[in-house]
């Protein structure tokens, strides 16, 4: 299959050209597109590939612009920092999408799909374009994010309001703690099913151990290794680790 890479990441496109490449060899990647107006151009000279990696964040704008420019038939894999809810919808019709850093069980997997699309010329689903704008304008959605959460304290039942929860972390069990300092165990089993109830403008996924508020970041320091550490305000002063593969997502994320 041939297929093209939309990443304006340079060191994150290498990466995800070797575990492609290891993943599945038969897929040969034409093109790494860095920004939107190259994707135009490139698309516009050439003939569509089997198969799309696309970055959202762009240096340059969104690749759901490009995808409302040319009407694709082929699947689109996403490759992306942000757990927007509207991602799970991806989960369809042989679209699919990989939070970054890209595992590389999922993205054979990923590809394994994508290849019996293609193989059996099955059509792109006509509602993808009606998925694209709802990701490309979270806003016009109805989703709501959870206001609160219920925790226990002794032998009663306390409501905390979500905008006053700095992080979620997990020790064993799952905590938040409040801007004040406050911590509380939670009655979830991972953060995963947290964080899908959390809006994503508001909350990133720092680690696997935890999710942070936007507003609880004191101060970003870069390790010479591109990590970033993360210090949170007090009374917490609590440090968070992102990884060198998540760090430009984390960038696009804060700095908007």
């Known amino acids: 299959m041939n297929a093209v890479i939309i990443e304006d990441e340079n060191l994150i496109a290498r990466e995800l050209l070797y575990k492609i490449g290891e993943a ?8 790494v597109l860095p920004s939107v107006k190259t ?11 089997d198969l799309i990696f696309a970055d959202i964040q762009l240096s ?21 920092a942000y757990d927007e809810y509207a991602l799970r919808a991806f989960k369809v019709n042989g679209i699919d999408y990989l939070l970054k850093p890209v595992d590389e069980e999922e993205l054979k997997r ?3 799909k994508a290849r019996s699309i293609v193989q059996s010329k099955t059509a792109y689903p006509k509602d993808v374009h009606e998925l694209l704008k709802m990701m490309a304008n979270p806003n016009q959605g109805t989703t709501a994010y959870k206001e ?10 306390l409501p905390i309001l979500t905008k006053d929860i700095a992080c979620f972390y997990r ?3 799952n905590y938040l703690l ?18 899908e109830l959390l809006d994503p403008k508001m909350y990133y996924r720092a680690n696997r151990q935890s999710i942070i508020h936007i507003e609880s970041i004191q101060s970003i320091k870069p390790q010479e290794n591109q990590k970033l550490v993360i210090t949170l305000k007090a009374p917490i002063k609590m440090e968070q680790d992102i990884s060198r593969e998540k760090a430009p997502g984390f960038k696009k994320w804060f700095d908007r």
């Open 39 to 49: 994707a135009y151009k490139w698309f516009m000279e050439n003939a569509e590939p």
């Open 24 to 31: 599945a060899p038969d897929v040969k990647i034409k093109e």
């Open 171 to 173: 020790e064993n069990l």
């Open 148 to 157: 609160k959460f219920v925790v226990k304290v002794r032998n009663n039942w």
């Open 178 to 195: 409040t801007f004040s300092g406050e911590k509380y165990i939670l009655d979830f089993t991972t953060l995963d099913e947290i964080e």
């Open 110 to 112: 990923a590809i394994d």
């Open 60 to 80: 340059d704008g969104t690749s759901f612009e490009i995808f409302e420019r040319y009407n694709f038939s082929c699947p689109i894999v996403f490759t992306t």
